[in-house]
């Protein structure tokens, strides 16, 4: 069966500080792949999709970045966080029957 | 732009009530519509409808897509303290080679004892 596995769960970071986070999916060969990022009391914005190795698009201009370095990962990046950067973050894949995402534990970002 | 609007935007109930939870939207390529429930962390899938008036069903949920209002219902019936969660609805737009989600801001459901 498929997994989903992101990491970390919680996450405590300075304004101006580097970000990393990760994404890895289990049982699944081309997956497509997403992050969303989940501000309190809103909805999921979807922030960079990927379809395969190396390809990226993104959703929203703003301060992150994403990659996709082999089939089953997929990283969120910053490499100067802003305050505005705070919230929870969501990685997502897509699954049969398609259109159905399947979402991992997500990573609650703060940024001080 | 893919606009969903659900109502309420939160809910209190007691235990065996039974709630409607409503999600409109606008999409252009209008794919399917999908309901999730999230607790604490990942929003866990529901439902995914895609043709109106067939209502889909597990326990004490249920759900039905009218595609010609443009709307959706989410039905619980006999709520227990568990289904306290906050309930997404997402409708996919078909553009392209992937299948984008654009999510409602969700209606936060407490069930009291």
């Known amino acids: 069966s498929q997994t989903i596995h992101q990491w970390p769960a919680t996450l405590v970071q300075p304004v101006g500080s580097p970000l990393s986070l990760e994404c890895t999916v289990e049982?699944?060969?081309?997956?497509?792949l997403y992050w969303y990022r989940q501000a309190a009391g809103r909805g999921l914005q979807l922030l960079f999709y990927?379809?395969?190795?190396?390809?990226i698009s993104s959703e929203v201009p703003q301060n992150l970045s994403a990659s996709r370095p082999q089939d089953r990962q997929f990283i969120l990046s910053s490499k100067k966080l802003l305050l505005s950067d705070s919230g929870f973050y969501l990685c997502?894949?897509?699954?049969?029957?398609?259109?159905?995402?399947?979402f991992g534990a997500g990573t609650r970002l703060s940024v001080l | 732009e893919d606009k969903v609007v659900q109502s309420p935007l939160s809910l209190v109930v007691h235990e065996g009530d039974t709630v409607t939870l409503n999600c409109s939207y606008e999409?252009?390529?209008?794919?399917?519509l999908l309901w999730y429930k999230q607790e604490k962390k990942a929003p866990t899938f529901l439902f995914m409808l895609t043709s109106s008036g067939i209502e889909k069903k597990s326990g004490r949920l249920s759900s039905i897509l009218d595609k010609k209002e443009l709307f959706s219902i989410l039905n619980i019936t006999a709520t227990q303290t568990g289904d306290s969660a906050v309930y997404l609805c997402a409708v996919c737009n078909s553009g392209g080679s992937n299948y984008k989600l654009t999510f409602g801001k969700g209606t936060l459901l407490t069930v009291n004892p």
């Open positions: 049982g699944t060969s081309n997956p497509n």
């Open positions: 997502a894949w897509e699954g049969a029957p398609r259109n159905i995402q399947y």
């Open positions: 990927s379809v395969g190795i190396g390809q």
């Open positions: 999409v252009t390529n209008f794919r399917s």
